[in-house]
């Protein structure tokens, strides 16, 4: 059973910084690429990065980049997101999720697999 469980939101002010972690299970992990979502109430989710399988090639949202780091340890089968000078429009719901192949981008639907998520909240 393919399991994907995020952790290490929480409430941060402006300009700070957190580390969110997906850890990844029933899968042969570094197979395939993995990603971030974001869904802030009332707006639509969001692709923030995603990282290959194949090169560790990465994609970024413009509103994220420089800001956001995405990187895997596939020893540990896990995925993890750097956010730093974090920015109240960073709030949302973020999810990791598993690529259909090795390559992938920001679009969602290429995704079959996503964890519950963790919330981050940053405060003006």
């Known amino acids: 059973e393919v399991q994907l469980v995020e952790s290490g939101g929480g409430l941060v002010q402006a300009g700070g910084s957190l580390r969110l972690s997906c850890a990844a299970s029933?899968?042969?992990?570094?197979?395939?690429?993995i990603g971030w979502f974001r869904q802030a109430p009332g707006k639509e989710r969001e692709g923030v990065s995603c990282?290959?399988?194949?090169?560790?090639?990465?994609y970024y949202a413009d509103s994220v980049k420089g800001r956001f780091t995405i990187s895997r340890d596939n020893a540990q089968n896990t995925l993890y997101l750097q956010m730093n000078n974090l920015k109240p429009e960073d709030t949302g719901l973020y999810s990791c999720?598993?690529?259909?192949?090795?390559?992938?981008?920001?679009?969602?639907?290429?995704?079959?697999?996503w964890g519950p998520g963790t919330q981050v909240t940053v405060s003006s």
């Open positions: 990282i290959s399988s194949s090169d560790g090639s990465t």
């Open positions: 029933g899968f042969t992990f570094d197979d395939y690429a």
């Open positions: 999720a598993k690529d259909v192949g090795a390559v992938g981008t920001g679009d969602s639907y290429e995704y079959d697999y």
